[in-house]
């Protein structure tokens, strides 16, 4: 975008119009604006689709492209059609596309961060004093339902709760508990996870069948 001085209100808003503004020089200022654009590869399919008739004709199923590769294709006047104002289009030079998280990356969002969600659940567990572990086919499996329902790295979370919820509200009631172990039953089958008693040093409960 084109270097300008703006006036921007150092407490944001526009409550105290009266108040002194800082003046930025946007100038070497880097702005980056993203979305999830969804629908958009339709657009794109329908400008870059031709029909044709007779004997020779290629026929192309419209499901033939991923989405990834549909969106390398995208063109300003795509973004005019899906609603962008010309204005708006005309001040971002370049336009990028990202492809979709695959298995190997969704495992990686879930145990690598220092925030990751699996660390972050840990945490909790840890509060009642009991281990939480992952196998690594559990984590496939989440990963699996994630690229299934198209939530990407959102939806992990919504699939995390769903299968530890009852374990975390029965916990505090059980004694004796050690590990609490999520394989891939629980995820794909909705088995009970593998509750490991510190008292008697084997399984107490398996429900996964």
């Known amino acids: 975008m084109e270097g300008t001085v703006a006036s921007v209100p150092p407490q944001g808003g526009r409550k105290h119009p009266q108040q002194d503004f800082l003046q930025i020089d946007t100038t070497n200022i880097l702005f980056i604006c ?34 990834d590769d549909m969106l390398t294709n995208l063109e300003p006047q795509d973004l005019l059609q899906y609603g962008l104002i010309p204005e708006f289009i005309g001040r971002l030079p370049i336009v990028a596309t990202l492809r979709d998280l695959d298995k190997k990356a969704l495992i990686e969002i879930l145990t690598e961060p220092k925030n990751a969600l699996i660390k972050q659940y840990q945490k909790m567990f840890q509060l009642d004093e009991v281990k939480l572990t992952f ?46 172990i999520i394989n891939s039953d629980v995820v794909q089958i909705d088995a009970k996870p593998l509750i490991i008693s510190s008292k008697v040093g084997r399984n107490l409960k398996s429900t996964a069948s």
């Open 135 to 180: 196998t690594e086919d559990a984590l496939i499996a989440i990963a699996d339902k994630a690229i299934l329902r198209e939530t990407g790295a959102r939806g992990l979370r919504s699939i995390l709760e769903n299968i530890l919820i009852d374990t975390m509200y029965s916990l505090p009631d059980m004694e004796n508990v050690e590990e609490v």
């Open 34 to 67: 993203a979305g999830a654009f969804g629908g958009i590869e339709k657009i794109i399919s329908k400008r870059g689709s031709s029909s044709s008739i007779g004997f020779s004709a290629e026929l192309q199923s419209k499901n033939n492209k991923r989405n």
